[in-house]
């Protein structure tokens, strides 16, 4: 056994034991809270109650059948779960089990609860649903969100742990990391989605704590998944430009408690020296590694933030250029990994004139003394589509159990 006490410095709120393997008669289970409409307290991270270990789930169905039940007489169907859209009418190949936060030890049956194997159905079906273009991607968000965390509350309540706990919690992971690229790009768009890319990024942080707590645990049974690492090198490209609670603990803590292979491992030395360029202002350098060292899911995290990096270049160039000597916008936008048209609409957004010469090339004048920082409600530009990484949008591991199926045409879930 191994108490709390030295791997809570790591800013992980854990279990108070890790139980070995046969199971104890009683171990402890994680129940993750909501957040904001959907979280009594975004500051309270977990909530842990006893229950027996030796439950398992016994529900056949994505959705135990008294739920399903319940939800057809309140109307409680979303549209995903409406049998030929009847509002009021769903089936067992539809409906699927909704996140609760107020469950109690006494409440939970093994008939509640849905054992591996239909869990990874269940979320094989669920990411299948991120193709799907008959409704807004806030709306398709909104539902594989909630039944998502209904899923890592299932697991959490089995205490699984095992080999497929972890590819699940990988491809949650993933979904969250898309849902993060796709919903910054609407921020500013007539369809506000600022409160749900804030929700997504908050969960995205806890099913990331959660997949750290399962790896740990395994490496103790000698078990070291392959993606370990590049899993926690997302722990730090969050740090690039995001700050909730929950990250509050200084990195170089985080660090200490990493074992030696994951902390020099090529991933986290990637995002260890990515962060140490943004940082510094090396805005240069720092795309010149993300050109050619980040990962397809690195890139898709890390994308949304760019333009903090690309406002502290701009700034920089103007400050320190040359003012006879306008800066061709060409090359910058090269440089930082950007079309030429959104640079010049991100230099207005930062109150500078860009100039045209009389060969019809833009250039950026330096010395304007109207540079400001930009609202924080900025459009997220994208890549520049020559980039080798914008070409497609990672595919989920080939050899994974949960890759959608020729019967979805083929698609990754994203």
Not at 144 to 162: A, G, H, K, P, Y
Request: aromatic content about 8%.
């Amino acid at each position: 056994m191994e108490s709390s006490t030295r791997v809570g410095k790591s800013g992980f709120r854990r279990a108070q034991t890790v139980r070995p393997h046969p199971v104890s008669a009683r171990s402890r289970v994680i129940f993750e809270n909501s957040s904001s409409t959907r979280d009594s307290d975004p500051n309270y991270e977990s909530r842990e109650l006893l229950i027996s270990s030796n439950l398992v789930g016994t529900c056949p169905d994505m959705c135990p059948a008294k739920e399903r039940i319940q939800r057809e007489r309140l109307r409680d169907l979303a549209v995903f779960e409406r049998l030929n859209g009847n509002p009021v009418k769903t089936s067992p190949s539809l409906a699927v089990k909704k996140f609760c936060r107020t469950l109690s030890s006494n409440e939970v049956h093994s008939s509640d609860l849905r054992p591996t194997l239909v869990l990874q159905n269940t979320l094989k079906y669920l990411l299948s649903l991120m193709d799907s273009s008959e409704h807004p991607f806030e709306v398709v968000h909104d539902f594989v969100f909630d039944r998502t965390r209904s899923i890592r509350q299932d697991l959490s309540m089995q205490n699984i742990i095992n080999e497929e706990a972890i590819e699940m919690y990988e491809e949650m992971v993933k979904f969250h990391i898309i849902s993060h690229q796709k919903l910054a790009k609407r921020r500013s768009g007539p369809d506000d989605s600022s409160s749900l890319h804030y929700l997504n990024m908050e969960q995205l942080t806890k099913c990331l704590l959660s997949l750290y707590e399962v790896y740990d645990i395994n490496r103790r049974l000698q078990f070291i998944n392959k993606h370990e690492m590049e899993f926690h090198s997302f722990y730090i490209l969050l740090h690039i430009g995001y700050k909730i609670p929950i990250m509050k603990d200084s990195l170089s803590l985080w660090f200490r408690h990493l074992s030696s292979p994951i902390l020099h491992s090529k991933e986290m030395r990637f995002a260890r020296t990515l962060l140490r360029y943004f940082r510094m202002g090396d805005y240069k350098r720092f795309f010149g590694i993300l050109k050619t060292e980040a990962s397809q899911l690195q890139l898709c995290l890390i994308e949304p933030f760019l333009n903090e990096a690309r406002v502290q270049a701009i700034s920089c160039i103007n400050h320190s250029g040359y003012k006879l000597q306008p800066y061709p916008l060409e090359h910058l936008s090269e440089v930082l990994m950007i079309k030429e048209q959104e640079l010049e609409s991100l230099c207005f957004e930062c109150g500078l004139e860009v100039i045209t010469d009389e060969l019809g090339c833009k250039l950026l004048p330096v010395k304007q003394s109207s540079f400001h920082h930009p609202k924080s409600d900025l459009e997220s530009y994208g890549l520049t589509s020559s980039d080798k990484f914008h070409s497609s949008l990672p595919r989920p591991d080939s050899s994974s159990n949960l890759q959608v199926n020729s019967s979805h045409g083929g698609k990754a879930f994203f």
